[in-house]
């Protein structure tokens, strides 16, 4: 792919002058440009809709997301991915990122590691990615070699593959099974894609983790019940959360959350049915962990 053909790498006269802007001007300028990221996106929903759908329903099944990327979306995708233990008690190999150059390239820049096809190919296979996971490559021109090779190699061993881009008719687009294609044009700073291009790809990742985790009854409501209370401000939202359901006062929601390990949902059950831990951990086992469906409220 020739790159001065992609929109993210272009110049937009616009923008010619930043240099000579005020700091109130260029603050401004860049405002509006954000501004227009939503509306990008907004073009792409029916594109990210049928992505996250057949996400959700694989993981439903036991699969993994996992996603890919090199330099600024390898570490947006490290971001969501890291937010998922702590919000939906996820366990760690159920949704990461894998980036170009190893971890070392979340806080190093490691450019050239993104023009390594073999290690995008070897580090899906160490991975052990298969048919039940879907892999989302993330990259901002939608060329990268790194991730291009990882998405055509997860689709060979029979993962679910997304393709998420900021530019059209793109090499990765062309080998995931569902392309994303969000139209920002180009960056204030041309080809800065940690710009709009970054504020797109983090609105959609947003919602990929988010929504899958809402299909598997990972929130009641708006509520986050999965929440791992790993310290004072989540043990208080744990807090919140279980006085908010059962209407209990707080000595009595923190006395359950104590005899139930934290476990919000748990906790839930056992108050609303006046449970031990156990058996309040096996009603909501025989409703596959949905709070909802193990207090016996309609969906």
Known sequence: ?????????????????????????????MNAADATVPGAVARALPWITAAIEATAERMEAGGRLVYVGAGT?????????SECPPTFSTPPEQVFAIIAGGESAI????????????????????????????VVGIASSGRTPYVVAAVRRA?????????LSCNAGTPLGDVAGHSIEVLVGPEVVSGSTRLKAGTAQKLVLNMFSTIVMV???????????DVKATN???RERAVRIVRTITGAERDE??????RNGFNVKQAIVASRFDLSPQDAAARLARSGGRLRAALGEQV
């Open 155 to 163: 689709g060979e061993l029979g993962a679910l593959t997304v393709g």
């Open 215 to 225: 299909r598997l009854g990972k929130t009641y409501g708006n509520l986050m019940v």
């Open 1 to 29: 792919m020739n790159l001065s053909e992609l929109t993210t790498e272009s110049a937009d006269p616009r923008f010619a002058g930043i240099d000579t802007m005020s700091v109130g001007e260029l603050a401004a300028t």
């Open 232 to 234: 004072g401000k989540l």
């Open 73 to 81: 979306p390898g570490r947006l995708g490290v971001l969501d991915a």
């Open 107 to 134: 806080v190093s820049p490691c450019e050239g590691a993104e023009d390594d096809e073999a290690a995008g190919v070897a580090a899906i296979e160490a991975a052990g990615i298969g048919p039940l996971d879907t």
């Open 253 to 258: 929601a923190l006395a359950v959350l104590d």
